[in-house]
């Protein structure tokens, strides 16, 4: 076995060494160049392909890359989540810098087909202070919808009143949509000067709009459209996510057995059947043969 020569291992990590050294002092010199040239750079998010107006950034459309500092645009964005979830103002092409000026919020600018679920329907419902809690609801609370239903002609004319819909998601109430700023653009009436409300405590609101399927969408605007008012908000914590089967409620489940109306009704019952069986006459007389014997 062939020995190695200590010095020529020496002198190959020596060479080794001092290319990694040029290598280096190679890359910080053109590092240095560029910097002269073009400044410091920083990350900021760029446009990965082509974005539509009124499109919602997802994290497919954007990336970090380094660009000098000294061509960075005014409002650029730096943090990918600050950009995710947003909606393009306008169109962004595939190259260019994310600025905050192209970003909206969604909210009544941008529409609210943006939040409904691919799936969802977005259904708006009449409130007052009675059939919507006070108009306490905010966008992004959860609702349970109940109705009150009267059937039958006018001598059996019932009442139910019947939980429809469980654990649903408010998404606006009047022009408040959820993720929006909470504010609306008022014009003073004197001076013309703008001026913002806060709609975080607003209760001038006369809708409320919800996130259903679509047969559930149906069910409520059959309700809408031949029990106007029928239909009632009950409000849940969010965390809340409890879907109970509830029977539909009555009179009579209302007041229970003890109530007057029952006992009434159990009264009659028993006087019925008490005519019934007089109306039948006396139970007949079995005779039964055994041998001589007779038996009646």
Known sequence: MQQTNPRT???????????MFLIYSYSQEQKAIYDKRYGTTKAVLIATKDILEMSTIDETMVTQEERPVDFLQPGVVENPDDAIGLVAATPIKKGEQ????????PGPKTGLSLQVAPDKRAVTIPVDEVRGVGKLIRPGDRVD????ISYGDARSERREVKTLLQDVLVLATGINVTNNIPRALLLDGISGNPGYKA???????????VEVGP??????IYISSVAPGAIFLSLRNVNDKNITRLPTSTIDTVLGVDSEKALQRKLQQTQLQNQMQKAQGPKPTFI?????DVKY
């Open 9 to 19: 291992f020496w002198i190959s990590l020596a060479s080794a060494v001092f290319a």
């Open 98 to 105: 994310i600025i905050f000026t192209k970003l909206l919020s």
């Open 145 to 148: 919808i109940l109705t009150s």
């Open 199 to 209: 709609l975080s405590g607003d209760t001038s609101y006369s809708t409320v709009t």
């Open 215 to 220: 047969s559930e969408a149906q069910n409520l």
């Open 288 to 292: 039964e043969l055994r041998g001589s």
